[in-house]
């Protein structure tokens, strides 16, 4: 099967050859993808597959999604051995590349938001509505999520993905807690089709709206699979807070079809997250340690990440895969690249008649907070021999109650920045208090400052009262 096959189908259909026929890039299969575009201006999406089942496959799902009224291409022309075929041409804009800045950044916009909104609200309508009356026989390479497919995909983990770290096991008591798993995700049987590989790759933008591809690999299965590989998906990098939001989007569409109250729908949800996170990470083995392919070696640390997130509740049901996990995302090939990501919040005191702090992270800037306004016990002179890290100012400073409140407002506005930096990966952020001498005032808002911070959130805080020559540094607890 080559290009020319393509080209005749193409002028078939239009009635002229292509004036030119150009390839898009691959992704993790084997299937090739052409665009052939015609004098008139109009194009149509070639594809040259490998397997006749799967191109069966996605062919009559295409169209019996189309009857269904949901968006994806139309095949238009099949090859007389079905080993290739065209299909309509839904453009070059990727959701995956729409929600780019979101992406690097964890602060996605507003409309990078609305359009994961209009996405995730469109999975339900597959799921349930693409399922009504489809033969499921046609699904490749099987017609249903069983036992026998999660097993391959839990080997695919270990054999592709753990055994390449190096990581010693036993087998059998890995091989207890897949069989363990497997009794879990089948006890959440419902008559939906699951897509499989619902992925933000897998989702093209036109005219502002998400249309549907790759989903030839989809089969009868539980629901809560597509949601685990959409809002978990590694590279996506979706910060909690969104993946909130995403998620009642999605419990609320998903009430049209299947009412489900939401504490049973998380509890079931974590265990295909951590099964779609097995899933993946063996893939990512297979197409980079094994292909040497590098885009998926470089979504292995997002993906660890998610495993290393998931890991912070344990999963009881499988006690020696949840220790395992847990070595292996502490392995150091693992946690130097996570280390380099770490927030470390710098808190200073100063006086203001010697200049603000120079923020020597290169950053340029952070909070700096004026404490000139709250009462000062440096104008007493029984004061002056303390600082505010001894307990007469501490006590002249917390009966007069204003620094409580003025700290109040201070720990709110810093909260912020801190949780917002941490979910973004961001590592330097300086926060200053200044008054007069830099004795008083200042040195007990810094000190109050840096210990909120490192026992809130258990991250590096370096203290420095600056005028007093004073430096204190709380360490992450282990």
């Not at 051995?81 to 729409?98: I, N, P």
């Amino acid at each position: 099967m080559d290009i020319e096959t393509l080209k005749n189908l193409f002028e078939k259909t239009s009635g002229s050859k292509p004036l030119s026929v150009s390839e898009l890039p691959s992704s993790g299969s084997n299937r090739r993808y052409f665009r052939l575009e015609g004098h008139d201006g109009k194009s149509l999406i070639g594809v040259l597959g490998t397997s006749l089942a799967e191109n069966r496959a996605f062919i009559y799902m295409a169209g019996h999604f189309a009857e269904k009224g949901l968006p994806v291409p139309s095949v238009v022309a099949v090859s007389d051995d079905g080993m290739a075929y065209l299909q309509t041409d839904l453009g070059d804009t990727v959701l995956f590349k729409e929600i780019e800045k979101g992406r690097l950044t964890k602060s996605f916009s507003n409309d990078e938001k609305e359009l994961l909104i209009k996405t995730i609200r469109l999975l339900p309508r597959v799921q349930f509505g693409g399922a009504k009356d489809m033969d499921f026989s046609v699904c490749y390479p099987t017609t249903s999520f069983d036992r026998r497919s999660i097993m391959w995909d839990l080997n695919y983990f270990k054999y592709c993905f753990l055994k390449a770290t190096g990581l010693d096991f036993e087998e059998d008591s890995l091989e207890d807690d897949f069989q363990a798993m497997a009794d879990v995700l089948l006890r959440t049987d419902t008559d939906t089709f699951m897509y499989r590989d619902f992925q933000s790759r897998n989702v093209m933008i036109r005219d502002g709206e998400p249309w549907l591809i790759d989903f030839q690999g989809g089969r009868r299965g539980p629901f809560y699979y597509d949601i685990a590989s959409f809002l978990w998906q590694a590279k996506a990098n979706l910060p909690d807070s969104l993946r909130v939001e995403l998620l009642d989007h999605y419990l609320a569409e998903v009430q049209n079809f299947y009412p489900i109250a939401k504490e049973e729908f998380m509890d079931c949800l974590r265990h295909f997250v951590l099964f779609r996170t097995l899933q993946v990470l063996g893939a990512y083995g297979f197409r980079g340690y094994f292909e040497k392919k590098p885009h998926f070696m470089q979504s292995v640390p997002y993906a660890i990440a998610n495993l290393r997130a998931l890991l912070t509740t344990p999963y009881a049901e499988y006690p020696y895969l949840n220790n395992l996990l847990v070595k292996l995302v502490n392995m150091k090939q693992f946690t130097d690249e996570i280390g380099k990501k770490k927030l470390t919040v710098k808190v200073l005191s100063f006086a203001y008649k010697k200049g603000i702090p120079n923020d020597t992270s290169g950053n340029g800037g952070g909070y700096v907070f004026d404490c000139r306004a709250v009462n000062n016990p440096g104008k007493y002179d029984r004061y002056k021999p303390f600082t505010g890290l001894d307990a007469p100012v501490i006590e002249f400073l917390e009966n007069d109650g204003e620094v409580t409140e003025f700290l109040s407002h201070c720990y709110d506005l810093v909260d912020s920045s801190v949780s917002r930096y941490i979910e973004r990966g961001f590592t330097n952020l300086m926060v200053a208090f200044g008054c007069t001498g830099g004795q008083h005032r200042s040195v007990y808002c810094a000190q109050h400052m840096a210990e909120h911070i490192a026992t809130k959130y258990n991250i590096k805080v370096e203290l420095v009262h600056r005028e007093q020559d004073i430096q204190q540094t709380f360490n992450i607890k282990e």
